[in-house]
């Protein structure tokens, strides 16, 4: 399962997803896209409108189903636009890290995103944004790795748990 769950917007890109899902449409793979947003009913007719059998479209679910959601994904999507990677650090990635996801990030290499996945190899694949090439690409070695990321998971114990962010949030404000 390529999983998308989130906002369904402007800002993600999630053409890309479908294009990605139509390329990869003879491999057994199903895209689940999960969420709402104004995008939403564009994206459902793009894969209506190319017979694309491979991609399912889902609401949101409830915060308590979260995990179980996460844990189902063999890759997760967190897929923006260029430019869109450093003004609003993805809240899913945390929890896709959490649960040592795979993840396909779509950032460019000078943004936040784009650095932590080169700080932390291994954290998640980091490809170009509004490309399906890459996406495809990207997507292809995510579901090449072992499913249970340690190298996310464990970052996200060390770097992500509640006293640590509180701690670097003094530091910060301290100067």
Request: hydrophobic content about 40%; some cysteine; glycine content about 10%.
């Amino acid at each position: 399962i390529v999983l998308y769950s989130g906002n369904i917007g402007e800002k993600q890109g999630l053409e890309k997803v479908i294009d990605a899902a139509e390329r990869l449409r003879d491999r057994p793979l199903i895209f689940a896209i999960v969420g709402q947003g104004g995008g939403k009913a564009r994206l459902e007719n793009m894969a209506r409108e190319r017979g694309l059998a491979n991609i399912k479209f889902l609401p949101l679910q409830p915060y308590d189903a979260l995990p179980a959601l996460l844990k189902m994904g063999d890759c997760h999507l967190v897929v923006q636009k260029r430019g869109a990677a450093d003004a609003v650090l993805p809240s899913k990635l945390t929890n896709i890290l959490a649960v040592g996801g795979n993840a396909v990030i779509t950032a460019e290499p000078h943004t936040e995103l784009g650095q932590l996945c080169a700080r932390y190899p291994g954290i998640a694949v980091c490809v170009e944004p509004e490309s399906t090439d890459a996406l495809v690409n990207g997507i292809s070695q995510a579901l090449a790795m072992p499913k249970n990321n340690t190298t996310a998971r464990e970052y996200a114990e060390r770097t992500l748990n509640k006293e640590n962010v509180l701690r670097q949030f003094i530091a910060d404000i301290r100067g």
